[in-house]
């Protein structure tokens, strides 16, 4: 399980080279936002190191992944003036069909590994998890973030990121004979400062809040058999183009997921 920390997220590239390593493919991967993104490219079939890769190419050009952004924007900054709306909101699919890559199919049935999205009925308060059909917008509707990413109308329910409810939502898989491991790239608290965020940042800061809040529960509540924390520290939930960083910064995390598999697998014995 593969959960949501928009930029820490991809700490979760390392997990899946770690396992890659070992030999070890899941037997069913599960994904929530940042999450549902990688882990729906490695359910595809492209290993961690593909994605390492791919990661480093797409965010070495600045300026293209600006002039894509932008692309996938549903408004104009002439709306804001003229009360129509969010002139920075993003269509997630766009966004995906721009970043993912080509390798991913378009069909949840077309995977070479079972895969499910969480999302969040924004109407019902419920959350939802979404394992068939397309693809692209299962995966746009599990990152949705209120005011950042354009909710996804799925069989006639509104659906927006599943962190609102259930960020790792690990609980959904534990059964008698599985080894569930759940990575969890929320960001811890950081020292108190007095500096003010800006909106935007005070927007994915609360989501960042709440994630961790969420997770922490759970954790205390039901721990799954193997739980990883992954992420680097200091990062913003934005902070893509420190991608290299990130994915440098994350290599322990390699023997961290090494070393809880082989405990699990020799006390299973």
């Given at each position: 399980m593969l959960g949501a920390g928009g930029a820490r997220g991809l700490s979760h590239i390392l997990v899946l080279e770690a396992l890659d390593e070992l030999g070890v493919r899941p037997?069913?991967?599960?994904?929530?936002?940042?999450?549902?993104?990688?882990g729906a490219a490695y359910a595809a079939g492209l290993s961690g190191r593909d994605l390492h890769e791919h990661v480093i190419s797409t965010f070495r050009d600045r300026a293209r992944v600006?002039?894509?952004?932008?692309?996938?924007?549903?408004g104009k900054f002439t709306d804001l003036m003229r009360g129509l709306g969010n002139p920075v909101l993003i269509d997630g699919e766009r966004m995906l069909d721009l970043f993912w890559p080509e390798a991913v199919p378009d069909r949840f049935e077309d995977l070479a590994t079972p895969f499910a999205a969480a999302a969040t009925d924004y109407h019902l308060h419920a959350e939802v998890s979404l394992g068939s059909g397309p693809l692209?917008?299962?995966?746009?509707?599990?990152?949705?973030?209120?005011?950042?990413?354009?909710?996804?109308?799925i069989d006639g329910r509104v659906l927006i990121d599943g962190g609102a409810i259930n960020p790792l939502p690990y609980d959904r898989l534990m059964?008698?004979?599985?080894?569930?491991?759940a990575v969890d790239t929320s960001a811890p608290a950081t020292i108190s400062e007095t500096r003010v965020p800006?909106?935007?940042?005070?927007?994915?800061?609360?989501?960042?809040?709440?994630?961790?809040?969420?997770?922490?529960?759970?954790?205390?509540?039901?721990p799954p058999d193997i739980l990883i924390r992954a992420g680097v520290d200091g990062i913003g939930g934005l902070d893509?183009?420190?991608?290299?960083?990130?994915?440098?910064?994350?290599?322990?995390?390699?023997?961290?997921?090494?070393?809880?598999?082989?405990?699990?697998?020799t006390r299973r014995d």
């Open positions: 037997a069913f991967i599960a994904g929530c936002s940042m999450g549902a993104i990688v600006i002039a894509r952004l932008l692309d996938a924007r549903v692209t917008p299962a995966v746009a509707a599990s990152l949705a973030i209120p005011g950042l990413v354009r909710p996804v109308v059964a008698p004979g599985r080894i569930v491991m800006e909106p935007l940042e005070a927007m994915l800061g609360v989501s960042q809040i709440l994630t961790r809040t969420i997770v922490q529960r759970m954790i205390e509540r039901q893509f183009f420190k991608a290299k960083a990130i994915l440098e910064a994350s290599l322990p995390v390699k023997e961290q997921v090494k070393r809880a598999l082989d405990t699990v697998l």
